[in-house]
């Protein structure tokens, strides 16, 4: 009568692997269901003849927003392309702005590939390629660059709420060299998401938060217009 005994683990076994399963397919899927929060912006196709970099940053943003609007409710927003006035008459570019019961996110993608290092107090990180035939680049910090996008934000919205520093990134291959406290990979910024709390804020500043920002989320012509003035300011 042993086999029966092995039968029974067996399928106990098999049980436990179909629930680890359909649980890890729930939390890919989101907390809220299929549906998420809504967001506005971000959905134009990129076009042909976009520049590479360009073309690889444009991608990062929309599989980074893939992921983060399941994890909100339907009374929740996730805001992509803002482009916020400066006081020097320019404009600078917001990759996305996620507003919930948690909090509000200003959210900095970063699409790099090869090896990162660099910590929050650097000035710039390194990126080291794999490739020979590439070279290897310095960039400037990104949680600095993103401060001055939180600072921004929190002007626009006369003081009243604090803007949390977000830097995610959107496919690492290899992130060991980063040691920040406001870096993730898209899981980690799930998992570091799902263990905040739900009191920051209520559904009525959630809604007025998002009426104040709605208006400098970037129509698609904007967004081309603004990133040329940007390459022929520093080229």
Not at 79 to 108: M, Q
Not at 112 to 124: L, T
Request: proline share 4%.
């Amino acid at each position: 009568m042993w086999w029966i005994a092995l039968v029974v683990v067996a399928a106990i076994i098999l049980i436990i692997v179909i629930a680890v399963v359909a649980s890890s397919a729930r939390n890919d899927r989101g907390d809220y269901g299929d549906g998420g929060g809504t967001q506005v912006g971000g959905g134009e196709r990129i076009p042909f003849f976009t520049p590479a970099n360009d073309r690889a940053g444009m991608w990062g943003e929309k599989l980074v927003n893939y992921h983060l609007r399941p994890l909100l409710r339907e009374d929740e927003y996730l805001l992509a392309n803002l482009l916020l006035p400066l006081r020097n008459g320019h404009k600078t570019e917001i990759d996305c702005v996620l507003i919930s019961r948690k909090g509000i996110f200003c959210i900095e993608t970063k699409n790099w590939v090869g090896h990162i290092s660099g910590n929050d107090e650097d000035e710039y990180w390194h990126q080291e390629y794999d490739d020979p035939y590439m070279s290897d680049r310095d960039h400037k910090n990104p949680v600095k660059q993103n401060e001055g996008h939180c600072a921004i934000l929190e002007r626009r919205l006369h003081n009243n709420y604090q803007v949390d520093n977000i830097v995610i990134f959107a496919e690492l291959e290899d992130g060991w060299g980063i040691e920040s406290d406001y870096a993730f990979t898209v899981r980690s910024f799930k998992d570091y998401y799902r263990e905040l709390g739900d009191t920051e804020l209520n559904p009525s500043q959630i809604k007025a938060i998002y009426e104040m920002l709605l208006p400098f989320v970037a129509t698609p012509d904007e967004l081309a217009k603004h990133k040329e003035e940007v390459r022929n300011r520093f080229n």
